[in-house]
Structure formats: structure tokens, C-alpha cells
């Protein structure tokens, strides 16, 4: 049998055994050793498993998973989102559609702390919607808000999706971090702006909140100044090259866990779920990423990947064209797969063309991020409208509906950034000469 | 069979905490030796024991991940398939499972085998690899025993 026919017929056997429910990772991991055995032998498919688990759970480099990830359960856990929620909501609470504004803001300043999609979406879904529900808040409104802003943790330093993105094609962390911030903030701004006019159209959606006076609004910023001292450490440190990307998440995590213990915002059982929990979600990571090597190293050897560059990059095609397939690709990937899945699968095929199109791998990685944002949140696959549709009761139509309008937004954005690099690179190539 | 299921339960609750303790060791170290090098006295090996202790806190969490169903499936094509169809897909795919870790866990003591016999050590420290080859086979075989108990409770259900 050629290496082709090898190669097609795995490929079938992965999605045979992700239609049959078993682990993406196990997937991965079974499908590549079964090609690999078959390509290869059997002996070195034995020892290509043991090797890659081995040198993926013990690699340095990628503890700063688990790491990031206990830093925003933490964040999340003590309450810092709350604070952080009740000092937009005394900002611009009082306008129509301010308290859903104040969840893009207060979204968006949490996202300093915690790289986790579903720990802000969570968390949000139990602070903001209630309070939006007590102003009569139309139901689509504030769960789509919700589902939608916790897409940014995909993006906004320091994301889990990038550290992984990072890793996988062995860029710069510190970049990706840089490179997330004015892509990020481009996004959350469009939030607003989609809210701002969703309300302009019809203000029973989000109707006024109480105003708070000028005092009372200085008195809730003490929160979100610890919050941003926090991100310059960590982000800071790294681009000063004081820290690697595992020492920031380890000092990111002492810092906020000094914070909320000094405040007595957490306790013991608190902590400990804190923890028990990023264990949970790294573990669930590093399943991936270890079944993903296995099947990297078979398609290493079938070449797969540059045949497919090879393929791709001599189409009588702009380069652009080209791109926006590869995204369509991770777009119908991310909605039947869950997205970081689908990017851990898709990057080592797709990064050589991008690279041979002449992209930058930074700017590259971005794209995939705000290409998985939006997966997050459109169907059949969209974690977060489950997440948040569980923990309000609120039925999952309306969810999806409420998500809708944002995603015309977020695709804007995804063209500026298509077409305009600069966006995403100005600040690293400032700030990381 | 009651009573194995609360032993792997119990094996992967304790094996969870560790590798929460050894979560914890990694920011304590990391810190230590962030601090310590300001004085020009850094602790010597940080990177290897960093790694070392990352595998604990990986390789002891799976079980317990497993037990709380928090890997990433895609379950939208089976949960549309009649009942008899689904367990028969899950008694496959937890087969499929043990069958994985199993293969992995017998190559990691392999591997494990292999390194104790030519001495390799870690580069600054020189400490033994083999333990950690080791102890990631073994937190693979407590896996395959949580899908072993997970398959017999599906066989014993569909049974009943």
C-alpha cells in the first residue's frame, strides 16, 4: 500500500473514531499509531507513543499551561471579576445597554488574569446575567453578551490558545502576547459598538441602570488597578526577558493568589477547587497535545503537510484567496470539533503554508485565534453557548440568538486583521526588537 | 466490583492530589528561583525539576479526568443514534481507550526499562529519568483499571 492511500485511510480512521465519541486526543493518538505502525513497523510505533507522551508531559516548556490556567481560576473563584464587573457597571451602568457594555469591559479587563474561555464565560454567566435579568434585560441580549465575551480569553494575553498556538510552532510567547492586545481590544470594541446600536434600535432590550455618583465610581477602581499590575508583571516580565512564560504564570499565580488571600477573598476550599480544577482543564490540554505529536509524526512522515503547502501555494490564486480557505477550514473544523482541538490538529498542516505564502507566523497565529473566537460561539459546537445556556436555564436557541449579531462584528474584524498585519504586529515589532 | 470501583475512586482522588501538590511545588520553585537569582544564587536545575514535576502533575491527574468526564469528545452523532447503538458505541470507545493507555503504559516501562539500564540521567542534576517513564506507565495502567470499571458498569447496565 503507498503512503498515500496510508495517509487517506487514517485520516478516515480519525474521523470515524471522533464520530464514534471517543477522546480527540485518544483519537489522535490512536489513529497515529496505527498509521505509523503501518508506514514504519509496529516496534517504532511502540516506542514513538511512549516517547512523545514522555516528552510532552515532562517538557519545561509546556507547564506554563496548567500554570495560566490556575491563575484565572483563582481570579475567577475570589471574586475578581465581580469587582472588576461592579466598577464598569458604576461607569456606564446608567446608559441604555450599559450593564451589557460594562460586561464587555469588565470581560475584557478580567481577561488580564485568566487565559481561559470558559472560566470567564462561566463566570460572567453567574455575575452579570442576574444583575442584567433585574434591569429587565431581554434574555438574547444578555446571555448572547456573556457566551460572546468570553471569547476574548481566546486572544487577550494571557491566552491559553496562544501559549498553545506558541508552542506547537515554536514562536515567541511573549510576541503572541504582544501581538493579542490591539487585535483583542479590536474585538471587545466591536461588542460595544454591537451593543451601543442593538440598543439604539430597540432600547427595551437593555433598559437604563441606576447611576452612581463620582465618588462611588473612584471607590471601585482599586480592583482593576491590581488587576492591570498584575498583566504589566506578567507580561511585562516576559517581553523584558526577566521571566520565561512558565516563571510569569508562576508569578502571575502567586500574585493573585497574594492578592485574594490578603483580601480574604478566597478560602481553603476555595483554593483547593481552584486548583483541582486547572488540573482538570491541563489535563484534559495535555491529552491533546500528546495524542496531536503522535499524529504530527505521522504526518511527518507521510509529508502530508507539505504536500498539501506544496499543493496549496501552487494554486492560480491570490494569496489572500488561500487564507481565507484555511480559515474556512478552521472554521467548519472548530463548529463539529471542539475549537482548541481542532487548532491543535490543523496548525502543523497549516503553518508551512502560511509560512510559504510568505505570512508571518505571529500574525498567523492570531488569526487562528479570532477564527476560533468565532467558532467558539457558532453551532453545532459552540462550548460556551452550552456553558452559559446550563448555568442561566436559559434555553440554547435563545443563546445562539443572542450571539448572532456579534459575529457580524467579529468577521469584520477578522478581514481588518486579514488585510491589514500591521494591526497585530506594530506592537511586538515596538516593544520586541 | 462495587468494592474495586471505590479503590481505583479512591487511588485516583489521592493520585489528583498529588498532582496538585506537585502543581504548587512547580510556582514555589519557579519563584524561589526567580528570587534567588537576583542574588546570584539561583537554584541549580530549576528547568529539569520543573519538567520532572510537570509530568507528575499531568500524568496523576488522568484518572481523575477521566472519572469526571472533562476530556473533549464529540458526542453529537451518537447521542442522535438509538439507545442499543450508543452502548454499543461507548463500550467500543472505552475498549478503544484501554486498549491505548495499555499500549502506552506497557511502552513507557519500556522506556523506563531502557534508561534505568544505561544510567541516563537529566543534564545539570544527573538525577535518574527512569522514575518519571515509570511513573507515567503506572498513572497510564490506573487508567485502563478507571475504563475497565466504566466498561463492566456499562456491561452491568445493559444487562439490567
Known amino acids: 500500500m503507498s503512503i498515500t492511500i496510508i495517509g487517506i485511510l487514517t485520516i478516515v480512521l480519525l474521523f470515524v473514531l471522533f464520530l464514534m465519541g471517543l477522546e480527540i486526543g485518544i483519537s489522535m493518538a490512536l489513529a497515529g499509531f496505527i498509521g505509523f505502525a503501518a508506514i514504519v513497523n509496529v516496534k517504532a510505533a511502540f516506542s514513538l507513543v511512549a516517547n512523545d507522551v514522555f516528552t510532552v508531559f515532562s517538557s519545561y516548556g509546556f507547564t506554563v499551561i496548567p500554570l495560566f490556567v490556575l491563575m484565572g481560576q483563582l481570579g475567577a473563584s475570589a471574586g475578581i471579576a465581580r469587582n472588576l464587573y461592579n466598577s464598569a457597571y458604576k461607569f456606564i451602568g446608567h446608559i441604555p445597554g450599559g450593564l451589557a457594555i460594562g460586561t464587555v469591559m469588565a470581560g475584557t479587563a478580567f481577561k488580564a488574569i485568566c487565559g481561559s474561555t470558559t472560566a470567564t464565560t462561566a463566570t460572567f454567566a453567574t455575575i452579570a446575567v442576574p444583575e442584567m435579568d433585574r434591569y429587565g434585560y431581554d434574555k438574547r441580549l444578555s446571555c448572547g453578551i456573556v457566551a460572546t465575551v468570553g471569547t476574548l480569553g481566546a486572544i487577550l494575553p494571557p491566552s491559553v490558545v496562544l501559549i498553545i498556538y506558541g508552542i506547537l510552532t515554536e514562536t515567541s510567547i511573549g510576541r503572541l502576547f504582544l501581538a493579542g492586545i490591539i487585535p483583542g481590544l479590536l474585538v471587545a470594541f466591536s461588542f460595544a459598538i454591537t451593543l451601543f446600536i442593538w440598543c439604539k434600535i430597540n432600547p427595551k432590550l437593555g433598559p437604563k441602570g441606576e447611576k452612581s455618583t463620582w465618588r462611588e465610581r473612584f471607590a471601585s477602581l482599586p480592583p482593576v488597578i491590581w488587576v492591570i499590575i498584575i498583566f504589566v508583571i506578567v507580561v511585562g516580565g516576559i517581553m523584558e526577558g526577566f521571566f520565561t512564560p512558565t516563571e510569569a504564570g508562576s508569578v502571575g499565580t502567586l500574585a493573585v493568589l497574594i492578592l485574594v488571600a490578603g483580601k480574604k477573598d478566597i478560602n481553603l476550599k476555595g483554593f483547593i477547587k481552584s486548583v483541582m480544577d486547572s488540573l482538570r482543564i491541563a489535563c484534559m490540554v495535555f491529552i491533546l497535545l500528546a495524542g496531536a505529536t503522535i499524529l504530527g509524526h505521522f504526518f511527518a512522515v507521510t509529508r502530508t503537510p507539505y504536500t498539501v503547502a506544496e499543493w496549496l501555494t501552487t494554486l492560480p490564486v491570490n494569496r489572500n484567496v488561500i487564507m481565507i480557505i484555511i480559515i474556512v477550514v478552521y472554521l467548519i473544523g472548530g463548529s463539529f470539533i471542539e475549537d482548541l482541538a481542532f487548532l491543535i490538529l490543523a496548525t502543523p498542516i497549516f503553518l508551512p503554508i502560511a509560512v510559504k505564502l510568505g505570512y508571518d507566523p505571529i500574525w498567523f497565529g492570531i488569526i487562528v485565534c479570532v477564527t476560533c473566537m468565532i467558532g467558539i460561539i457558532i453551532p453545532p459546537i459552540a462550548l460556551n453557548v452550552f456553558l452559559v445556556s446550563g448555568i442561566t436555564k436559559t434555553p440554547i436557541g435563545i443563546v445562539y440568538k443572542g450571539t448572532f449579531p456579534y459575529l457580524v462584528g467579529m468577521s469584520i474584524c477578522l478581514l481588518i486583521l486579514l488585510f491589514f498585519p500591521q494591526i497585530s504586529l506594530w506592537l511586538p515589532g515596538l516593544l520586541m526588537k | ?160
Open chain 2, 1 to 160: 466490583m462495587g468494592r474495586g470501583v471505590t479503590t481505583i475512586n479512591w487511588v485516583s482522588r489521592f493520585m489528583y492530589w498529588i498532582a496538585g501538590a506537585a502543581l504548587l511545588c512547580i510556582i514555589l520553585i519557579t519563584v524561589s528561583d526567580i528570587i534567588l537569582r537576583r542574588f546570584r544564587t539561583g537554584i541549580v536545575g530549576t528547568y529539569e525539576i520543573v519538567g520532572f514535576l510537570g509530568a507528575i502533575v499531568v500524568g496523576f491527574s488522568i484518572p481523575q479526568s477521566f472519572l469526571d468526564k472533562a476530556h473533549v469528545i464529540m458526542d453529537s452523532v451518537t447521542k442522535a443514534l438509538p439507545q442499543r447503538l450508543q452502548k454499543g458505541f461507548i463500550l467500543l470507545t472505552r475498549f478503544l481507550g484501554i486498549a491505548m493507555f495499555g499500549i502506552i503504559g506497557w511502552n513507557l516501562f519500556v522506556m523506563g526499562n531502557e534508561l534505568w539500564r544505561s544510567g541516563e540521567g537529566s543534564p545539570t542534576l544527573h538525577w535518574p529519568v527512569y522514575p518519571i517513564a515509570y511513573s507515567l506507565g503506572l498513572c497510564c495502567f490506573v487508567e485502563c483499571l478507571v475504563l475497565i470499571c466504566e466498561l463492566s458498569q456499562e456491561l452491568k447496565r445493559s444487562e439490567a
